[in-house]
């Protein structure tokens, strides 16, 4: 099966400029995971959608980072203005849904530098 | 904040020795996930084990997972280089859909 696909796989921009990320899931998976990963750290959960509606987003600084997820299908992350601190790997999952007790599969990520 | 913590942080053993890797977490879980994500990539599913396991093999991977203590271990026998990599568990929450990595331990396998 193909995997979950991810771009850009880098992208280097400016603080105060925006980026968007886009995440295709293997087909068929309900539930799509957004993930920041800072460099030595383990992956934190930005938000979590189960087909087009969010499960979680307890920690997606809404002041600056929004994500959808069309039609339930692909989805994408987006952060306006950029601050440094958001340089980090950005991860994209996906899974039938842990009710199904079944894993994530990722993507390669992409790698975020802000200057 | 993340649930639970692996330990030790970084491991360094030569080929051939066995590693061991914890993962402790504080409220209870449906299921406990170990990934590997080597250097530059995306995370790798390992093992998954249900709440009401106790113990799962995949080859040279032995999990095992203790309720009572809120915690589990991933045992890799006769690493190899190839093992070098970060290892992450991963819990789900009871009823909550919500998947939560640890910090991951760093294994280090010296030829």
């Known amino acids: 099966e193909a995997g979950v696909a991810q771009s850009p796989r880098y992208k280097i921009i400016e603080k105060r400029q925006s980026v968007a990320f886009w995440c295709n899931p293997i087909?068929?998976?309900?539930?799509l995971y957004w993930y920041q990963q800072i460099l030595g750290q383990g992956p934190k959960l930005l938000i979590q959608?189960?087909?087009?509606?969010?499960?979680?987003d307890s920690q997606l600084p809404k002041d600056r980072f929004s994500a959808e997820r069309l039609k339930g299908v692909d989805s994408t992350l987006k952060i306006q203005p950029a601050k440094l601190e958001d340089s980090a790997v950005y991860l994209c999952?996906?899974?039938?849904?842990?009710?199904?007790?079944?894993?994530?599969?990722f993507g390669n990520g992409t790698r975020l530098t802000v200057t | 904040s993340q649930q639970g913590e692996e330990d030790p942080q970084a491991l360094s053993i030569q080929e051939g020795e066995n590693a061991t890797m914890n993962c402790s977490y504080k409220?209870?879980?449906?299921?406990l996930q170990w990934y590997r994500q080597n250097s530059g990539r995306g995370l790798v599913h390992l093992i998954l084990?249900?709440?009401?396991?106790r113990e799962k093999h995949s080859g040279r991977l032995r999990v095992t997972l203790d309720t009572s203590k809120k915690s589990s271990s991933l045992l890799i026998t006769a690493s190899r280089a190839a093992d070098t990599a970060s290892y992450f568990c991963a819990k789900t929450k009871t009823s909550y859909d919500k998947v939560i990595f640890g910090p991951g331990t760093s294994l280090s396998v010296i030829p």
């Open positions: 959608f189960q087909n087009n509606g969010v499960v979680d």
């Open positions: 087909s068929g998976h309900a539930t």
């Open positions: 084990i249900r709440s009401n396991e």
């Open positions: 409220t209870s879980i449906n299921n």
């Open positions: 999952a996906s899974s039938f849904g842990v009710l199904y007790n079944s894993p994530l599969h």
